[in-house]
């Protein structure tokens, strides 16, 4: 699929994806904590759980809307919850809504993200010193990178092959089970896989500092 193909939700169509996920961030940021959202912005939540990809839209609705809100969940971060009928309230991902439920590859991927989350956090550390004094260079495009606009990233091999590696010494994507944590949170069920994945990954990964916009110029030219 394309970068800018369009994007629709029921009867509205959006320039692309991104556009519509820009819409739904800047409620989701612009709107004060545990006040209802105004008429416009709850009605296109809504709209983006009746006629989204959420596959558990249904169970979410219940009886009916009545409003939302944004809270801080259990990650720090901020979450739609909606205020049924009944009184009832529940969390949704609108990212889960526009994007779908993620393929079982794609959901294992995703939790074995999130477990090396920390050595991606250690390793920024460790560069902040060098940062400052313009040491960092990135290997894309070869100049020294500043502060703003940088992502850690992984060296060959890439995250997806590490992961790709360590699901087959399991016997495939399909036998490693995930969990929830939080509304948007995932993990490994089984915590000693966690553990194997984690250190296999410190051992192997090669992580390095790259300017966001050349690691996403790479991605397309990969993808496309
Ligand atoms: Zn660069």
Same mark, same amino acid.
């Given at each position: ?6 994007y629709q939700l029921g009867s509205h169509t959006y ?28 009605g296109m939540?809504q709209l983006l759980l009746r006629d989204g ?70 390793? %920024?550390?460790? $560069? +902040? @010193?060098? =940062? ?5 260079? &990135?290997? /894309? ?58 250190? %296999?990954?410190? $051992? +192997? @990964?090669? =992580? ?5 916009? &050349?690691? /996403? ?8």
């Open positions: 699929m394309s970068a800018m193909a369009k320039p692309s994806k991104s556009v519509a996920l820009a819409e739904f961030r800047s409620i989701l940021n612009g709107t004060a904590l545990d006040e209802p959202l105004s008429a416009s912005a709850a939540i990809y959420h596959p558990e839209a249904a169970e979410k609705i219940g009886p009916g809307i009545e409003g939302v809100v944004v809270r801080i969940n259990a990650y720090g971060t901020r979450g739609f919850w909606l205020r049924r009928l009944d009184g009832t309230e529940v969390d949704f991902s609108y990212l889960v809504a526009l994007n779908g439920a993620p393929s079982v590859e794609q959901g294992v991927r995703i939790a074995l993200r999130e477990e090396i989350n920390d050595q991606i956090v250690t390793f %920024f550390d460790t $560069q +902040t @010193a060098d =940062l400052a004094r313009g040491r960092v260079v &990135c290997e /894309l495009c070869v100049t020294v990178v500043g502060s703003n606009g940088i992502q850690v990233d992984h060296a060959a091999p890439t995250f997806i092959e590490l992961a790709s590696r360590f699901a087959d010494s399991l016997g495939g994507w399909d036998v490693i089970g995930v969990e929830c944590v939080g509304p948007t949170g995932r993990r490994l069920a089984d915590r000693n896989h966690a553990r194997v994945w984690w250190e %296999f990954h410190r $051992q +192997t @990964a090669r =992580l390095r500092l790259v300017h966001k916009r &050349c690691n /996403l110029s790479r991605a397309r030219s990969a993808h496309s």
